[in-house]
């Protein structure tokens, strides 16, 4: 709720300082349709002027249309999905509303429950673009998390896929330390780790829980790719490197399975460099399949209207 509160203060004063330029004529257009649904001008207006106050970088209009067109095409796909009908959405914005609608009371005899919301946004541009904007931030989170970001983590399969095929993209410059690193709250227990581990076979997948259970929490276990100066436990096991300064609770530590490599074997050995790649193919199919689904017809006449007034 607090943070909720926070986005409604400077939603409103961003509003108040936009009124001008999205009321300054009572017509408010279509400015395009997607999937037989009006997208009104001042909505597109409001959004055009709030990221350029936000960002450094300037978009023309016909730039940010295209970055508008994609966030509206997902907000289509999010509706189609049924995401807004869950009752957790329609709770939290129905909350939302009710704030965001306080300012406008005293204007109008209307008391503050939904039917308010539908006056307010046929009387208030401003009310209905910040409204539809929460509403529609929402949606484009959760059906963004769905297609991109959670899928991203969720699909092995097709990360490893995405690796095999772009490897060449992954190539180091310098060796790098794979393997794991074991810590220990002491040199004693960090010792007794390393026979415990010396004399058993323990799958991979198993070795978190297997130290776990024996140790509790005073040893732990990570597994860690790293090259010469990105790891100062790793530069001290692998490269020669000084013994690290000792810090925090865990006192000593040891390499255990581990290898110099000259170049990623699998895709867990680039696993955030791969991710934030893979969640950027994910993003790129899915917005051409979005653009093949859904149809958008763009009222040309009204974006050169908006150039002309903005003089681009």
């Not at 209009?61 to 999010?78: C, G, N, S, T, W």
């Not at 000259?262 to 893979?278: F, G, I």
């Amino acid at each position: 709720m607090p943070q909720m509160k926070r986005y409604l203060i400077l939603t409103i004063l961003l509003a108040s300082v936009l009124f001008k330029a999205i009321a300054h004529t009572d017509a408010d257009p279509v400015l395009m349709t997607i999937n037989g649904e009006d997208v009104f001008q001042s909505e597109f207006e409001y959004l055009y002027h709030k990221n350029n106050i936000q960002v450094t970088k300037q978009y023309s209009i016909d730039e940010f249309l295209d970055m508008f067109i994609v966030y509206r095409l997902k907000v289509v796909e999010a509706e189609a999905a049924g995401i807004d009908t869950t009752a957790t959405l329609r709770n939290e914005f129905t909350e939302y509303c009710r704030q965001l609608a306080l300012p406008y009371l005293s204007k109008y005899n209307f008391s503050l429950g939904e039917e308010a919301f539908g006056a307010l946004s046929e009387k208030e541009p401003v009310f209905r673009n910040v409204m539809n904007e929460y509403r529609n931030g929402i949606l484009l989170f959760e059906i963004s998390n769905r297609h991109v970001w959670e899928k991203s983590i969720s699909d092995a399969n097709g990360r490893d896929n995405y690796f095999r095929t772009h490897k060449n993209d992954y190539l180091w410059n310098e060796p790098h330390y794979k393997g794991y690193i074991v810590y220990a709250i002491n040199d004693s227990l960090a010792k007794e780790a390393n026979r415990f581990l010396q004399s058993r076979s323990i799958p991979s997948d198993s070795l978190r829980t297997t130290i776990s259970k024996a140790f509790g929490k005073d040893v732990k276990i990570e597994r860690t790719v790293a090259g010469k100066g990105e790891h100062p436990v790793v530069d001290h096991i692998a490269f020669g490197g000084k013994y690290p300064e000792q810090k925090g609770r865990w006192k000593a530590w040891f390499g255990y399975q581990g290898r110099i490599i000259d170049t990623p074997e699998e895709a867990s050995d680039v696993h955030a460099q791969l991710t934030a790649d893979y969640q950027e193919h994910l993003e790129e199919n899915w917005v051409n399949e979005l653009r093949g689904k859904y149809n958008v017809k763009i009222n040309h006449h009204v974006v050169d209207r908006l150039k002309a007034e903005l003089k681009q």
